[in-house]
């Protein structure tokens, strides 16, 4: 038994064998999808697709119009950065199982800290940069099973960071390509593959970031007033560096890491991303046959540019309306390979974001930028006070929690709970945390919803062997930056939560849900639809409402 719709078809052929209940022949179950394609827009926020919704006319329009929204879509963990969203998208994991706590934490082996996809043991292919792999995932994913289920299912992942086509791609992924922004190549690694494909190394001889070399971003829309209309003024003091506010936005000289860098920070590098994405669809031969087969791709642009911007400027709207046509351009090419019925789509964010500090404090809400080093200060002054003359107490801080040095704290006799309590205390009264959790706060019965409505979230994002000792979380709207300007992420807090989840396909029921779900339901639910028994997790259910037949 399968899944749950073998069990009632088997249930129904049992009752009167070869007749539906009206005497006629029982219809045949459709083909099912031969190519997923999974789409990851990062640091996109739900309001987006009601925001602009009047404006969209390309993919944004056609899942509006013909898609499963799921409007009350929101991450049940609390670490709300890339590589834990990209790790839950196709795993149905949390942290607590994935082990996938931040884009980086302090190994206590190797004494320092680590990316979420460092991997010692590979080399980069196409060019110079990061040997990276899901080594340091837990765990399974819907390819992962796909590929064992289905011998000759493909799973692909394509984005600007390692980390989202990675994850997204799992441990038995047939490759993962990502951006290096230190050439401004697209590049892989030897846990994929030898060496890179030649239809990359043709991409990148291309050198397509030096063609926008010197060049502008500008307004796609001739219209300043539709832009004023649906984002405000475009010069806000403290977006980005507080200086590069304005449109257009000039891009540094070609051949330079600064425009390798900046480069990220434009809709182009979406353009960029979507080649390589389609490239890689066919020379993968992705939805070719009737084995169906994965491509996710994680569109990043929009992360950068929200981090400098924000989620009300006229830099994201401007940047939502080109992803618009990008992902027209990406969902024509599916079907066209796949078939439009045999086809399916996803989209969904690895996080959200919260508006501009100052916006914020303009409606009239407590919010400020934190210091990550106030926070760092204030905890090591009342270590020193509390245990005069003791040393190495703090491992590594990563703001604003802390590691500990257990052996160094056993070697000088004191206790870990005096030490971990020192520094709560010292948070605390900062008045920019509102609570802090140790792992003792994990041990037990947890507490209530009504005593901490977060407590659940902050547990999820827990893994004992790569999490802090020290976790803080700070109030809502404060916002973690050493920056004058921009905004960010990683709260438990809804803004930093909360994401657009849509269904496109042939048995998808086009229309709005309003029962509450989250990114973990996508695995197991894309599960049911490609006929495989992928467990819950840390799912919750399986999105059968939107299921025809």
Same mark, same amino acid.
């Given at each position: 038994?399968?899944?749950?719709?073998?069990?009632?078809?088997?249930?129904?052929?049992?009752?009167?064998?070869?007749?539906?209940?009206?005497?006629?022949?029982?219809?045949?179950?459709?083909?099912?999808?031969?190519?997923?394609?999974?789409?990851?827009?990062?640091?996109?926020?739900?309001?987006?697709?009601?925001?602009?919704?009047?404006?969209?006319?390309?993919?944004?329009?056609?899942?509006?119009?013909?898609?499963?929204?799921?409007?009350?879509?929101?991450?049940?963990?609390?670490?709300?950065?890339?590589?834990?969203?990209?790790?839950?998208?196709?795993?149905?994991?949390?942290?607590?199982?994935?082990?996938?706590?931040?884009?980086?934490?302090?190994?206590?082996?190797?004494?320092?800290?680590?990316?979420?996809?460092?991997?010692?043991?590979?080399?980069?292919?196409?060019?110079?940069?990061?040997?990276?792999?899901?080594?340091?995932?837990?765990?399974?994913?819907?390819?992962?099973?796909?590929?064992?289920?289905?011998?000759?299912?493909?799973?692909?992942?394509?984005?600007?960071?390692?980390?989202?086509?990675?994850?997204?791609?799992?441990?038995?992924?047939?490759?993962?390509?990502?951006?290096?922004?230190?050439?401004?190549?697209?590049?892989?690694?030897?846990?994929?593959?030898?060496?890179?494909?030649?239809?990359?190394?043709?991409?990148?001889?291309?050198?397509?970031?030096?063609?926008?070399?010197?060049?502008?971003?500008?307004?796609?829309?001739?219209?300043?007033?539709?832009?004023?209309?649906?984002?405000?003024?475009?010069?806000?003091?403290?977006?980005?560096?507080?200086?590069?506010?304005?449109?257009?936005?000039? %891009?540094?000289?070609?051949?330079?890491?600064?425009?390798?860098?900046?480069?990220?920070?434009?809709?182009?590098?979406?353009?960029?991303?979507?080649?390589?994405?389609?490239?890689?669809?066919?020379?993968?031969?992705?939805?070719?046959?009737?084995?169906?087969?994965?491509?996710?791709?994680?569109?990043?642009?929009?992360?950068?540019?929200?981090?400098?911007?924000?989620?009300?400027?006229?830099?994201?709207?401007?940047?939502?309306?080109?992803?618009?046509?990008?992902?027209?351009?990406?969902?024509?090419?599916?079907?066209?390979?796949?078939?439009?019925?045999?086809?399916?789509?996803? %989209?969904?964010?690895?996080?959200?974001?919260?508006?501009?500090?100052?916006? %914020?404090?303009?409606?009239?809400?407590?919010?400020?930028?934190?210091?990550?080093?106030?926070?760092?200060?204030?905890?090591?002054?009342?270590?020193?006070?509390?245990?005069?003359?003791?040393?190495?107490?703090?491992?590594?801080?990563?703001?604003?929690?802390?590691? %500990?040095?257990?052996?160094?704290?056993?070697?000088?006799?004191?206790?870990?709970?005096?030490?971990?309590?020192?520094?709560?205390?010292?948070?605390?009264?900062?008045?920019?945390?509102?609570?802090?959790?140790?792992?003792?706060?994990?041990?037990?019965?947890?507490?209530?919803?009504?005593?901490?409505?977060?407590?659940?979230?902050?547990?999820?994002?827990?893994?004992?062997?790569?999490?802090?000792?020290?976790?803080?979380?700070?109030?809502?709207?404060?916002?973690?930056?050493?920056?004058?300007?921009?905004?960010?992420?990683?709260?438990?807090?809804?803004?930093?939560?909360?994401?657009?989840?849509?269904?496109?396909?042939?048995?998808?029921?086009?229309?709005?849900?309003?029962?509450?779900?989250?990114?973990?339901?996508?695995?197991?639910?894309?599960?049911?639809?490609?006929?495989?028994?992928?467990?819950?997790?840390?799912?919750?259910?399986?999105?059968?409402?939107?299921?025809?037949?």
């Amino acid at each position: 038994m399968r899944n749950a719709l073998l069990v009632a078809a088997l249930a129904l052929a049992l009752a009167s064998p070869g007749r539906g209940q009206t005497g006629l022949p029982a219809a045949p179950a459709p083909p099912g999808p031969r190519l997923v394609v999974v789409v990851s827009v990062d640091q996109m926020r739900y309001d987006y697709l009601v925001r602009f919704k009047p404006l969209f006319t390309g993919g944004f329009r056609t899942l509006i119009d013909r898609g499963a929204i799921f409007s009350n879509a929101r991450y049940r963990h609390a670490n709300c950065e890339t590589g834990p969203g990209h790790s839950v998208i196709l795993s149905g994991r949390n942290a607590w199982q994935s082990g996938i706590v931040a884009n980086s934490w302090f190994d206590s082996e190797l004494l320092r800290t680590v990316n979420v996809v460092d991997d010692p043991t590979v080399l980069p292919v196409g060019g110079p940069g990061r040997g990276a792999s899901p080594a340091n995932f837990v765990g399974f994913t819907l390819g992962d099973v796909l590929k064992h289920t289905r011998p000759g299912a493909k799973v692909v992942g394509v984005s600007m960071k390692d980390r989202a086509a990675i994850l997204m791609a799992g441990p038995r992924g047939d490759a993962a390509y990502w951006y290096e922004q230190a050439t401004g190549e697209f590049i892989s690694s030897t846990y994929y593959m030898k060496s890179a494909p030649p239809w990359l190394d043709q991409i990148n001889r291309r050198r397509v970031p030096d063609s926008y070399g010197g060049k502008s971003w500008t307004r796609l829309a001739d219209d300043p007033g539709l832009y004023l209309k649906y984002a405000g003024e475009d010069n806000v003091p403290t977006e980005a560096d507080t200086k590069n506010t304005t449109f257009p936005h000039a %891009l540094p000289a070609a051949g330079t890491p600064a425009l390798y860098d900046s480069f990220r920070r434009t809709p182009f590098m979406d353009e960029l991303t979507l080649d390589v994405a389609l490239q890689a669809m066919n020379a993968h031969g992705l939805g070719e046959d009737e084995v169906p087969d994965v491509l996710a791709v994680g569109f990043s642009a929009t992360d950068v540019i929200g981090h400098a911007f924000g989620p009300d400027s006229q830099e994201m709207l401007d940047q939502l309306l080109r992803l618009d046509r990008i992902l027209k351009r990406l969902l024509d090419a599916a079907e066209a390979k796949a078939g439009a019925s045999r086809t399916l789509m996803v %989209l969904t964010a690895d996080h959200s974001v919260m508006p501009l500090v100052e916006s %914020l404090q303009k409606q009239g809400l407590e919010a400020r930028r934190v210091s990550p080093g106030s926070l760092q200060a204030a905890g090591m002054k009342a270590l020193e006070a509390r245990f005069p003359g003791a040393r190495d107490i703090v491992a590594s801080y990563l703001a604003p929690d802390f590691y %500990l040095n257990l052996d160094s704290i056993a070697r000088q006799g004191l206790r870990r709970k005096d030490v971990e309590q020192t520094l709560a205390d010292a948070l605390l009264a900062t008045g920019d945390v509102a609570k802090v959790y140790t792992a003792s706060s994990f041990a037990g019965e947890p507490p209530s919803p009504s005593e901490d409505p977060y407590f659940d979230p902050v547990r999820r994002s827990y893994f004992a062997p790569r999490s802090p000792h020290v976790i803080a979380r700070l109030k809502e709207y404060m916002y973690l930056t050493s920056y004058p300007g921009g905004t960010g992420h990683g709260s438990s807090y809804e803004y930093d939560r909360h994401v657009p989840l849509v269904f496109l396909g042939s048995r998808i029921k086009a229309g709005t849900y309003e029962l509450e779900t989250g990114p973990e339901d996508i695995a197991p639910t894309l599960g049911l639809l490609l006929g495989i028994d992928y467990p819950l997790q840390d799912a919750r259910r399986r999105l059968t409402e939107m299921i025809q037949n």
